[in-house]
């Protein structure tokens, strides 16, 4: 009797599917070797005098400083006592403690049932101040807002990237209402000259209302006065300029973890770059050519 074309095929089903069958067994009982380590190991690195010198320099002094009383610089105290009247532009070097002002500015609207904006251009910056302003004035009466986050959003003091509080400015305009903050701070105020988001930082500072005070924070505003006489111009308010000139209080060194986890300094002590390093760039061509050919 002929076989219907459904039957040969369930016939050949059957026949693959105990291929398959023995094919996994297989599959399970094989035990494929280790591959071989990626990295090589090496030994403690060696180092020659000189080198050992200059690693020592390099390194000097790195640790927690031992804990000594704050006392505000004369900068410092000089912004508080304006942004009780005005708007405040504070250009400081990273590290010399532009983010101090700002916390005792909340730290005082809190106090008088007042609230709070803190802008950033960042998610992770965001994150980071929504972190250390929980811990320090507790974690109800702090929230945040970004793109992918929203909590506490009735807090008195939000942090959140400029965008969110641009848009919420916005909003206001359409809805007749005032945006509830007392107070916002601008901070990385420089990203006004930023080509693709530069516009919101404009936006946000002509939207404002004059009876929110703004305090703008950088280490890298050049033309600081300019910046200050368009905010007066475009906000009807008066801007204080609190320039902080001089070298960052934190240093910043530079080094190169070489190959063989050796440590060396990125410049010499003439302020060149370390000739030393050109050592591990010849012998990474060399092995790339071997591997080539």
């Given at each position: 009797?002929?076989?219907?074309?459904?039957?040969?095929?369930?016939?050949?089903?059957?026949?693959?599917?105990?291929?398959?069958d023995?094919?996994?067994?297989?599959?399970?009982?094989?035990?494929?070797?280790?591959?071989?380590?990626?990295?090589?190991?090496?030994?403690?690195?060696?180092?020659?005098p000189?080198?050992?010198?200059?690693?020592?320099?390099?390194?000097?002094?790195?640790?927690?400083?031992?804990?000594?009383?704050?006392?505000?610089?004369?900068?410092q105290?000089?912004?508080?006592e304006?942004?009780e009247?005005q708007?405040?532009?504070?250009?400081?070097?990273?590290?010399?403690?532009?983010?101090?002002?700002?916390?005792?500015?909340?730290?005082?609207?809190?106090?008088?049932?007042?609230?709070?904006?803190?802008?950033?251009?960042?998610k992770?910056?965001?994150?980071?101040?929504?972190?250390e302003?929980?811990?320090?004035?507790?974690?109800?009466?702090?929230?945040?807002?970004?793109?992918?986050?929203k909590?506490?959003?009735?807090?008195?003091l939000?942090?959140?990237?400029?965008?969110?509080?641009?848009n919420?400015?916005?909003d206001?305009?359409?809805?007749?209402?005032?945006?509830?903050?007392?107070?916002v701070?601008?901070?990385?105020?420089?990203?006004?000259?930023?080509?693709?988001?530069?516009?919101?930082?404009?936006?946000a500072i002509?939207?404002?209302?004059?009876?929110?005070?703004?305090?703008?924070?950088?280490?890298?505003?050049?033309?600081?006065?300019?910046?200050?006489?368009?905010?007066?111009?475009?906000?009807?308010?008066r801007?204080?300029?609190?320039?902080r000139?001089?070298?960052?209080?934190?240093?910043?060194?530079?080094?190169?973890?070489?190959?063989?986890?050796q440590?060396?300094?990125l410049?010499?002590?003439?302020?060149?770059?370390?000739?030393?390093?050109?050592?591990?760039?010849?012998?990474?061509?060399r092995?790339e050519r071997?591997?080539?050919y």
């Amino acid at each position: 009797m002929a076989r219907s074309p459904k039957d040969k095929n369930r016939r050949k089903s059957n026949g693959k599917n105990a291929r398959s069958d023995i094919n996994r067994r297989k599959e399970r009982n094989f035990k494929r070797e280790l591959a071989p380590e990626s990295s090589v190991k090496f030994g403690s690195p060696k180092f020659f005098p000189t080198q050992a010198k200059s690693l020592e320099k390099l390194l000097g002094g790195i640790g927690t400083p031992e804990p000594k009383p704050l006392v505000p610089d004369q900068f410092q105290i000089e912004a508080l006592e304006a942004i009780e009247s005005q708007d405040v532009l504070v250009t400081a070097p990273t590290g010399s403690g532009k983010t101090w002002i700002a916390r005792e500015e909340i730290r005082r609207l809190l106090a008088d049932g007042k609230r709070a904006w803190y802008t950033t251009p960042l998610k992770a910056l965001t994150n980071s101040k929504y972190t250390e302003f929980s811990q320090e004035f507790g974690a109800e009466r702090v929230g945040i807002l970004t793109g992918d986050r929203k909590e506490n959003a009735n807090a008195p003091l939000i942090v959140g990237t400029t965008e969110i509080y641009r848009n919420q400015l916005f909003d206001s305009l359409r809805s007749g209402e005032q945006v509830n903050t007392d107070f916002v701070i601008l901070d990385e105020a420089h990203y006004l000259a930023d080509e693709d988001r530069g516009h919101v930082w404009e936006e946000a500072i002509i939207l404002s209302p004059p009876r929110i005070r703004l305090l703008l924070l950088s280490a890298t505003v050049g033309n600081a006065e300019e910046f200050a006489r368009w905010i007066e111009e475009v906000r009807g308010t008066r801007v204080r300029v609190i320039n902080r000139a001089g070298s960052r209080p934190v240093e910043l060194r530079a080094a190169f973890l070489a190959p063989n986890l050796q440590l060396l300094p990125l410049f010499d002590d003439s302020g060149k770059f370390n000739r030393e390093i050109e050592q591990f760039a010849q012998e990474e061509n060399r092995f790339e050519r071997r591997r080539r050919y």
